[in-house]
């Protein structure tokens, strides 16, 4: 499932991220704009998005740009719960991106293919925030009225 905005030219969700200026909470998202570069965009009131000139050639990278953009305005990623790779060995699990909590909560038993990886993944203990956004995300893009 790839979570997009109305705009067609508007890439792939990967992550969000969330900035607090003007007196409140922004999102932030990141976008895969095309092979290999990741672009910011923050959710305006319209629940429409801009996008900032922060980006990178990497998730990490634009990951770190946006710390180094952004960390007087309080950055901080959502959190998304962790990832565990299939079979299990042992493994305490790494962050997961926002795409990758989407691919597991969506899937029937949760386990889906990572295409970067080549293994199944499953994800678990996403914040309520995080499976929140992704409700009302998925919400606007089909049309639901909450």
Same mark, same amino acid.
């Given at each position: 499932?790839?979570?997009?905005?109305?705009?067609?030219?508007?890439?792939?969700? #990967?992550?969000?991220?969330? %900035?607090?200026?003007?007196?409140?909470?922004?999102?932030?998202?990141?976008?895969?704009?095309?092979?290999?570069?990741?672009?910011?965009?923050?959710?305006?009131?319209?629940? !429409?998005?801009?996008?900032?000139?922060?980006?990178?050639?990497? %998730?990490?990278? $634009?990951?770190?740009? $946006?710390?180094?953009?952004?960390?007087?305005?309080?950055?901080?990623?959502?959190?998304?719960?962790?990832?565990?790779?299939?079979?299990?060995?042992?493994? !305490?699990? #790494?962050? $997961?991106?926002?795409?990758?909590?989407? $691919?597991?909560?969506?899937?029937?038993?949760?386990?889906?293919?990572?295409?970067?990886?080549?293994?199944?993944?499953?994800?678990?203990?996403?914040?309520?925030?995080?499976?929140?956004?992704?409700?009302?995300?998925?919400?606007?893009?089909?049309? #639901?009225?909450?």
């Amino acid at each position: 499932m790839t979570l997009t905005t109305s705009k067609p030219q508007v890439g792939k969700l #990967i992550h969000v991220a969330c %900035i607090f200026a003007q007196g409140r909470w922004h999102y932030l998202f990141l976008r895969k704009n095309g092979e290999g570069h990741f672009t910011w965009h923050q959710e305006l009131q319209s629940q !429409h998005e801009e996008e900032t000139p922060v980006s990178g050639h990497t %998730i990490e990278e $634009a990951l770190r740009l $946006a710390v180094r953009q952004w960390k007087e305005q309080s950055f901080r990623t959502l959190q998304c719960g962790f990832r565990y790779t299939l079979p299990e060995r042992d493994e !305490h699990g #790494i962050n $997961a991106l926002f795409h990758q909590m989407v $691919a597991s909560y969506s899937s029937s038993n949760g386990i889906y293919y990572d295409e970067e990886l080549g293994n199944n993944c499953f994800v678990q203990n996403a914040s309520d925030e995080a499976q929140k956004l992704w409700k009302r995300l998925y919400q606007n893009l089909v049309g #639901i009225k909450p």
